[in-house]
């Protein structure tokens, strides 16, 4: 499934190519919004194809998996997964499989909202 337009595909690919670098997007960038211990971003290469908004929700230390996570951070995540659910904030909440990912060694999630 083809989930970018052929321009922000582009332009993603570009960013891969020239600016990307192996360098962490989440460690590097500021939070839209930081929780204690999760921050929140509008992803810069948004599935436009599917998705009227993207965003990308990681935690704030750099662990690789879901098991290097503390208890604090599990419950922080699943406390807002399900609120954010409620609240109508996303669609979809995906983790992409290793070899999707861009981001290899920093856990995060895709938020979307589809188009109505
Ligand atoms: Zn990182």
Not at 66 to 82: A, R, V, Y
Request: charged share 35%; hydrophobic share 30%.
């Amino acid at each position: 499934m083809i989930l970018r337009e052929k321009e922000s595909e582009e332009k993603y690919q570009k960013f891969l190519k020239e600016e990307y670098n192996g360098k962490c997007i989440f460690c590097d960038k500021k939070s839209l919004l930081t929780l204690k211990h999760w921050g929140l971003k509008k992803n810069d290469f948004p599935y436009d194809r599917i998705a009227k908004e993207h965003y990308l929700f990681y935690p704030l230390r750099h662990v690789d998996t879901l098991n290097e996570l503390t208890m604090e951070e599990i419950e922080e995540l699943e406390f807002f997964k399900n609120e954010w659910n409620r609240d109508d904030f996303y669609d979809m909440w995906i983790e992409n499989s290793t070899n999707k990912q861009s981001q290899k060694h920093h856990l995060h999630y895709h938020l979307i909202k589809l188009y109505e």
